[in-house]
């Protein structure tokens, strides 16, 4: 039995089968984008792909220079709702600020996780002097039951890091093998960063229940045989115990997955929402200053406004 995750745009259903039963990749493009003067690829959502798990957003932040009177990363107050938002940091230095009064710089090798909840909203900047930012940032979405929880924020300063072989694993989010992140999630999920200098083959663990996606971050990967690299991601779909995942010279490439979400989200701008009138609320209620997104003292910009919805037309 197949099931989709409730997109009509899906190219495959999560089990990316081929009728005589191996897997089938579904080989999809970057989008390139802009985010607070920085140049992103975005690899989560597009048409044909809006999440893997709960995982409903993946931006690749640089790697890029950043020359003296280039742009730093600069975004000003903006809200979020029924996710949560996750930073992982790879090169460079980030300020997160938001209404619950946190300020907390992220370095390499850390995460920033900030669960919104009922509302919340927050400012990111460049900040040091390092010379070059390279940074995931994911959203997740949070299950309907608790798509209003208590907005809160928390730091990993400290995730595991283990050998798979020739690549050096760094557990982000929930657990593989006998390692088990310490990052809060409210859904069945995982996210590791995978690393390599050498040329490599190993057999990785999957959870059948679990789909899954990778995305070259440097270098290229090849799974089952199949290369992909940057500017691509794989989607792998549900239903696989392992991968083999071939790697040379010196890369590395996040994989995420997670139990495919049940029922249909709504994603527009910085809102999850389950229904239209979620979102309209949510929307109102940033433009009127109310208290629901609370309050950034001197932030770094300007509030951000949303465009115009796209169901506003139609009315
Ligand atoms: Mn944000």
Redesign the pocket.
């Given at each position: 039995m197949t099931t989709t995750t409730g997109n009509p745009d899906c190219a495959l259903p999560t089990d990316c089968r081929s009728l005589d039963g191996r897997r089938e990749i579904q080989r999809l493009a970057t989008r390139g984008s802009d985010v607070g003067g920085i140049p992103v690829a975005r690899a989560l959502p597009q048409k044909a792909r809006r999440l893997v798990g709960a995982w409903c957003f993946l931006d690749h932040i640089g790697p890029t220079r950043l020359e003296p009177g280039m742009p730093r990363l600069k975004?000003g107050p903006?809200p979020?709702t029924s996710l949560q938002?996750f930073t992982w940091m790879m090169e460079g230095e980030i300020l997160h600020r938001d209404s619950l009064g946190i300020e907390q710089p992220i370095r390499p090798g850390q995460v920033n996780l900030m669960t919104a909840g009922h509302g919340i909203s927050?400012t990111?900047e460049s900040i040091g002097d390092a010379e070059r930012l390279h940074a995931a940032q994911l959203w997740i979405a949070l299950p309907r039951e608790h798509r209003d929880t208590t907005p809160r924020f928390d730091h990993y300063a400290e995730l595991p890091e283990f050998g798979l072989g020739a690549l050096t694993a760094t557990l982000l989010v929930g657990h593989h093998g006998g390692h088990q992140a310490p990052t809060l999630s409210f859904s069945p999920l995982m996210g590791m960063d995978l690393a390599w200098r050498r040329r490599s083959r190993e057999t990785l663990a999957l959870d059948p229940a679990f789909e899954y996606g990778l995305l070259p971050l440097e270098g290229d990967a090849a799974v089952d045989g199949e290369r992909f690299t940057v500017g691509e991601f794989a989607y792998l779909g549900r239903g696989h115990d392992a991968l083999a995942l071939d790697v040379e010279g010196e890369g590395r490439a996040l994989l995420v997955g997670g139990v495919p979400l049940e029922g249909e989200i709504i994603l527009w701008w910085?809102f999850v929402g389950h229904d239209r009138t979620e979102m309209e609320q949510a929307l109102r209620q940033w433009e009127a200053g109310d208290p629901r997104f609370g309050d950034i003292p001197n932030p770094v910009g300007p509030r951000l406004v949303a465009p115009p919805p796209p169901w506003a037309s139609q009315a």
């Open positions: 975004v903006h979020h938002t927050h990111e910085n």
